[in-house]
């Protein structure tokens, strides 16, 4: 299955307002913009003019207008006039490439390409329907490293002990408990229950706990994990969402959906900033970048789900950010 067929998160929507948003997805810059209180465009960041990039443009009377001559295009990308011919009526060819966008868990996202009618389920979004109310998203994170290394550092669980000791990981206790590795219908990984001992599991936890994860891919880069403390604690839901920016650079947004309706915001924010300014150095040192796909990394038991999520990328044909 093409990348491109897929639908992935490029933006925040609540950093979409009245300029237009440069962002690049699958190596491929676009531009973002909407219609005053309205529709959503996501075209490529180019004009067919000249060449030069829309983004340096700006929203006119509920059309993009090029930087550059000027020229105005609505959110199908048709271009609507040319000032330096006002009487002409500009053609087909003269339009911008437009892609499909919407909006959905907060996000913004571009399908690059229209799925064929034998890949109309490819990557469908994910339906969160069933997590907590409560919901904020943290980031952007631009991070150099792959989209799908990024993913499986969030599945990974023997790094707790080590990158994030003293929060997530006791660093007398690296050993990881045996854990079942299922699958969902349509093939995504899942780990229905996996228990380790935290110190401190989450940002209103006073002491450590045994904490219950289950873990399931949503799509290629993309997961879920749900946590709940032995003690009672509030429940957890966390996505990773990442962009696949550049084959080694990749966009990720955190998504945290809780029953703990009394931690602030900003408390919620900085523990989940904590966290990921510890994995950060580490996912950007790994070599390479792009996510080995067919050996040259070495694996133990405790690698069961970075095994299955590799194996998973495989048999859905990813080539973008693996190697
Ligand atoms: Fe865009 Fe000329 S390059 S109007
Ligand atoms: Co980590």
Redesign the pocket.
Known sequence: MDERMGWWPVALDSDLQDRPVAVTLLGQPLVLWREPGGALAALADRCPHRGARLSLGEVVQGQLQCPYHGWRFDVQGRCVAIPAMPAFTPAAVHAACRHEVQVAHGLIWVRLQAPGPDAAAAFPMPDLAHLPRRRLIYGPFDVATSAPRAVE??L?TS??AF??RGW?GDAGHPEVPPYEVTQTPDGRPVIERYKAWQPRATAAAAEGDWVTYRYEVLSPYSALLTKQGDAGGPQDSYTIWACPTTEDTCRLWFAQYTTDEISPDEALRDFQVA??S??QPVLESQSPKRLPLSGGEAHSAADRLSAAYRRYLKACGITFGVC
């Open positions: 550092n969030f990974d790094h707790f990158v994030h997530l966290i990921f510890q994995d």
